[in-house]
């Protein structure tokens, strides 16, 4: 596993030194070369502290900039690759195992304690020549996972699985244009998400998993957009009267329009399919009008129910945007005449707000069918991109933890695809995991360490595995003990990281409103900046100085120092504050400056109260 990494320049690190081992103290020296290593063995987590493959977890905190992912980016950027193509990398040396691996012109002068094991070191250039790496090194793979888009993009690695929302959106990209295809990448992105979703799900039905924050989806819904929806159809009948022969126009918009009423009257399931044909005929209305004019009312008719063979006699262009077309419609009809034939696999349709959706039934997915309607659905671009896909009753939490899910299974498909199919041995696995609970509730962040540990042990069994997990959150430091935590902090001055080091006691098992106290976390108290400069204005409000008092005088022509409109809003910012001890002391202030008028006024107020009760006495 990997122990040590120091590097000297790279983004915003610069000679800095990262243990992922709480048993090693290792410092590099660059001037002499210098390597001091100790082992501390009474810094050792219990056995299978962790989970019982799970051989290390290390926790990156550090605030925004501080160096979080610049770490991830070298080690899945540099340590998963040789330098096979020229490429200048900066020195630095890490220790996975017992072996020192360091870059060209890196000197090493190995110090050692007098109990530590045997190292061996190696240098990194050397395997492109031939020169054999460690065994350990070579068997193992690194994943790395980040849901969010990133400014940089690292193109694929050998010992890189990339799980992370950027490559594959890129991933998806470059498959599209190599294989000459018009499908959208953002589409095909989409599409490919759901795919694994499924398979994850399936995953996480078997292993029973106490962990899971939220009830498994079970019904995946697909809406045909109606074509009065989509800004690209428009008010047809106007766009088009120059280029497109009125009576065709009208005849094939007047057909659809009728197939959709008669399949109403047949099931929904008709409905859905004859809703995507109106949607798709309508858009080639418009991308080709004079390709459609063309065409006989016979064929025109065809083209309003996609029954039989398409038209022979047509526009090149137009044709390669019909095939997918009538592949996915004669897929679906097929679907419905099966429904008997498939008896674990539930396809219902449901009208709401006269909207009609197909509703696959993933819990009973049998033979990767739902998988087969995916793949339909993306042989053509514009097939997906009018079709609305969704979970049925996810909220967007929910759907980032099952994507969280999806990622981790799907890094495991590749793990196997690559022992199964390409014969590689790999026998370790470090996760790279990059603010992985971006868009969780602070109660899922208290589940965030615990889930992925329990995921990645059940699913990952048979592989010695190591997490370094990099995040924003101090719920990471109360799962992860001290000396397996890397804090970062950037220095203002040299715009670099540095390490911090904790002095304040344990971080595990700690409680949390006590490290947020630490100004690791949060500086300048613990309320929001937004809050805290009300509560300076009503503290200045309170105590007035003269040029102020003569300000306020001068805009309210009065010769009190505030305006009763100043003075209301102050007394609304006091009643909404919500920490009792600033607040008590807040009103002890106020009673200070206004009790005696206020009581005057009040005292006023009862005196008129009783005098017009009086009044009232007499007149009765």
């Known amino acids: 596993m990997l122990r040590y990494l120091w590097i000297e320049n790279y983004k915003n690190i610069q000679s800095v030194g990262f243990s992922f081992d ?8 660059l001037k002499t070369g210098n390597l001091q290593i100790d082992i501390d063995n009474k810094r050792l987590l219990p056995k299978h502290f962790f989970g019982e493959y799970i051989e290390s977890v290390t926790g990156v905190l550090g605030e925004n900039g501080a160096g979080k992912s610049s770490l991830v980016d070298f080690i899945r950027s540099v340590l998963t690759t040789p330098n096979d193509n020229g490429a200048s990398i900066p020195k630095f040396l890490f220790i996975f195992g017992d072996s020192i691996i ?54 694929p690695r050998p010992n890189l699985i990339d799980v992370s929302t950027n490559y594959l959106f890129e991933h998806e990209y470059m498959d599209n244009k190599e294989s000459d295809s018009s499908r959208d990448a953002l589409t095909s992105y989409r599409t490919s998400n759901f795919i694994a979703e499924i398979r994850a799900l399936t995953f996480l039905r078997s292993a029973e998993l106490d962990s899971i924050p939220f009830s498994l989806p079970k019904k995946l819904q697909i809406e045909v957009i109606k074509p009065e929806e989509i800004p690209q159809i428009g008010d047809i009948g106007n766009a088009y009267q120059l280029l497109f022969d009125q009576e065709k126009l009208t005849f094939l918009l007047n057909s659809l329009e009728a197939r959709v009423q008669l399949a109403k009257k047949e099931s ?10 109106q949607t798709r005929v309508q858009l080639l209305i418009r991308h080709f009008p004079n390709a459609l004019s063309r065409l ?9 129910n996609f029954e039989g063979r398409l038209p022979t006699r047509i526009d090149a262009k137009l044709k390669e945007e019909l095939k997918p077309i009538k592949i996915f419609v004669d897929f679906l009809r097929k679907t419905i005449a099966e429904q008997r034939a498939l008896p674990l696999m539930t396809i219902t349709a449901n009208r709401q707000k006269s909207r009609v959706y197909l509703e696959l039934d993933t819990e009973n997915e049998e033979k990767g069918y739902i998988e087969r309607i995916f793949n339909e659905i993306t042989k053509s671009d514009n097939n997906a991109r009018f079709l609305d896909i969704h979970w049925r009753g996810l909220s967007s939490g929910e759907a980032a933890y099952l994507r969280l899910y999806a990622r981790i299974n799907n890094a495991f498909e590749n793990v196997n695809a690559r022992v199964s199919e390409q014969f590689e ?3 370790s696995l470090t996760f790279l995991i990059d603010e992985g609970e971006t868009g969780f509730h602070p109660q ?14 059940k699913l990952y069994k048979g592989y010695r595995i190591q997490l370094v997990i990099c995040s924003n959150s101090p719920f990471i430091a109360s799962d992860i003990p001290r000396s397996s935590l890397i804090l970062l902090r950037r220095n203002e001055s040299r715009k670099n990281c540095e390490l911090v080091k904790w002095e304040d006691g344990e971080t595990f098992a700690a409680n949390i409103h006590a490290l947020l106290t630490n100004s690791f976390f949060l500086k300048q ?57 600033i607040k008590l002391k807040l009103r002890q202030m106020w009673d200070s400056r206004f009790g005696i008028d206020e ?3 009040h005292l006023r107020k009862q005196i008129l109260e009783l005098e017009k009760q009086k009044e009232n006495g007499k007149n009765q």
């Open 444 to 457: 899922w962040q208290k589940k965030y360490i615990d889930i992925i540990l329990k995921t990645i042990d």
């Open 525 to 581: 108290g613990l309320m929001g900046d937004f809050s805290k400069n009300k509560l300076n204005e009503l503290i200045k409000f309170l105590q007035p100085d003269d040029e102020k008092a003569a300000q306020l005088t001068k805009k309210t022509g009065t010769n009190k120092s505030e305006s009763i409109s100043d003075k209301d809003d102050m007394r609304a910012v006091l009643e909404m504050i919500g920490e009792p001890v």
């Open 425 to 427: 041995k790999i026998r």
């Open 599 to 601: 009581r005057i006024d």
């Open 296 to 304: 006989t009312i016979s064929a025109l008719n065809k083209l309003a």
């Open 102 to 155: 360091h870059s060209e012109h890196t000197k090493i002068n190995l110090i050692t304690g007098e109990h530590n094991e045997p190292f061996k070191v190696y240098p990194f250039e050397k395997q492109q020549n031939g020169s054999k790496w460690p065994q350990e090194v070579l068997e193992h793979k690194y994943i790395y996972y980040a849901n969010f888009w990133e400014n940089t993009y690292i193109h």
């Open 268 to 277: 929904a399931l008709n409905e859905f399919v004859a809703q995507f044909i």
């Open 22 to 29: 709480p048993t090693l103290n290792a410092a590099y020296e």
